[in-house]
């Protein structure tokens, strides 16, 4: 029997977010390159996004809105609160983007990640997250 006095126990840590990011972009451009690299643990896309939003660095400013493939993530909400912020999730159906997902933050920028499945091996999603910040691939 426990006490009125009792507080429940805390919640357990979420996990570590499996995240890699480029060297911040370069001038002169012409090509959109990807951001980072991001391994989500599940297919729950607002559990997910959670997370990711919650540990993006502080200079990319608060992320207003996500872009997701609808195949990849179909069952996504239209808007989540994080953090105390709304933020708006849409599909962005284009057939060349099936493994990304577009991060925009209102007046800063806009973030591109590769997304590696979830239920991909640890040795190979390494491998697709290095490649994806490495630069030239």
């Known amino acids: 029997m426990t006490s009125a006095s009792s507080s429940p126990p805390p919640p357990p840590a979420p ?6 990011l480029a060297e911040p972009t370069r ?12 391994w989500p643990r599940s297919d729950d896309l607002a559990e997910e996004l959670t997370g990711l939003l919650g540990v993006l660095p502080p200079a990319w400013g608060r992320i207003a809105s ?6 990849t993530w179909p069952d996504c909400p239209e808007q989540m609160i994080v953090a105390g912020q709304p933020v708006h999730v849409g599909h962005d159906d284009s057939p060349t983007a099936p493994h990304t997902v577009c991060l925009i933050a209102p007046g800063r920028g806009r973030y591109d990640l ?6 991909t ?8 997250m290095e ?6 691939g």
């Not at 996990?15 to 890699?20: A, D, G, N, S």
């Not at 001038?27 to 980072?36: E, K, S």
């Not at 590769?114 to 239920?119: F, H, N, S, T």
């Open 114 to 119: 590769l997304v590696v499945p979830p239920a």
């Open 27 to 38: 001038y002169g451009r012409t090509a959109r390159r990807i951001d980072g690299a991001w």
């Open 121 to 128: 091996a640890e040795a190979e999603a390494d491998r697709l």
């Open 15 to 20: 996990p570590e977010v499996r995240l890699r």
């Open 131 to 136: 490649r994806a910040v490495a630069g030239d």
């Open 66 to 71: 996500v872009l997701v493939h609808g195949e």
